[in-house]
């Protein structure tokens, strides 16, 4: 279940995320859900709107080597999975 608050400062983070553009680099390949239930795994986020709803706080670094997580986001639910073993997996 992911249930994501992205927090204004990097110290705030459980972990931070870079977006890349191509989805081989990418980690995690994640889906925006649009109602809480339906996020039921890693790969499929919820944004909540408040820290103390969320599963994990992210903070989105400006530059790919200081992130933890590499995300690229998909259109198509079915699309959504871990592009490789990752220390983040089930953690989200």
């Known amino acids: 279940m992911a249930k994501i608050f992205v927090v204004d400062h990097e110290y705030q983070a459980n972990v931070k995320c870079f977006k890349v553009d191509q989805e081989y680099k990418a980690d995690l390949l994640a ?3 649009d ?6 795994s890693d790969e499929k986020w919820f944004y909540v ?3 103390y709803q969320a599963t994990t706080k992210i ?5 790919e080597y200081s ?3 590499k995300v690229f986001f ?5 699309n959504a999975k871990w592009n ?3 220390s983040l997996q089930s953690r989200l």
């Open 49 to 51: 709107s408040h820290d």
């Open 35 to 40: 109602q809480e239930y339906k996020a039921t």
């Open 67 to 69: 992130a933890d997580l």
């Open 84 to 86: 490789r073993s990752h």
């Open 59 to 63: 903070f989105w670094v400006n530059q």
């Open 31 to 33: 889906y925006v859900v």
């Open 74 to 78: 998909v259109n198509q639910e079915y």
